[in-house]
């Protein structure tokens, strides 16, 4: 469901050229720098110089980097990320299953499972912190609550869960009957995961879900989670009590989720 799928064109030299200049120009304040790609670890020594370049021009920056996590089950390339990001750097890994048949289906590439959960096991060795990334999709919903009772045993040291609902666009669209699933059909499974991890005293979040979407209870877990520059609201959002706290919906989508409906004031 790659929001963002590569291109065929070879562009990493330009980009590189163009990141590092991007870097360089920063505001000394910013506060976060997110890497995401395609799979930057695949950069291979690019990466380290980009990282190296973050910490010369902006060492008080948090580094959040996307990945796959499989280059991590290699305890040479975990190590050079510590000690080249040092301590403000967090890796968001996508953990598509408890079950490894489904989540190398989910990922693609036979394996995946086992190397990602090892690139768990020795980022965390290394005292890197870990975001786990639950996209939820068709091919895992029914699984949630399996996968909160397996992360708590298994991955408890992982420094928050983030559930996410998909953006519909890239390969999202390409693959929508095998994996579309609107979150009003999952939020039965969706909230009994999060109830898990809560009351194993899991940090946990719920990304790009509108709030109106949610049962109340849980709103507290719901982060305005949707980058700036792809966040919408849609025409019925413009009388909804909640709009400020809400995360809104993917400008990025085809469509909207189904079912949204704006809360009345004076009626939460
Ligand atoms: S109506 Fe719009 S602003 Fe209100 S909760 Fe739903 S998506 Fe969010």
Known sequence: ??????????????????NIRLIRTAPKGLKVLGISGGEPTLLGD???????EIRQCLPDTSIHLLSNGRAFANHGFAHRLK??????VCVGIPFHSDYPGDH???AGAKGAYEETMLGLYTLAS???????????????????????EFISKNLPFV????????EKTGLAVRNLDKIWIEPREYIPELTEAVQRLYDWDIDTAIYNIPLCLLPKAYHQFAEQSISDWKVKYQPCCEECALRKKCCGSFATSSEPYVGLKPFAYGNL
């Not at 690019?46 to 190296?52: D, P, Q, T």
């Not at 005292?127 to 091919?139: D, P």
């Open 1 to 18: 469901m790659c929001c963002q799928p590569p291109k065929h064109k070879d562009d990493i030299d330009r980009l590189f050229r163009e």
């Open 159 to 166: 420094n928050w869960v983030a559930f996410m609902g998909m």
């Open 104 to 106: 190398d289906m989910i």
């Open 83 to 88: 000690t080249i990001a040092g301590d403000k």
């Open 46 to 52: 690019k990466l380290f110089e980009l990282i190296a």
């Open 126 to 148: 290394e005292g890197v912190e870990i975001e786990l990334r639950i996209v939820l999709n068709r091919l895992n919903y029914s699984r949630l609550p399996l996968m909160s």
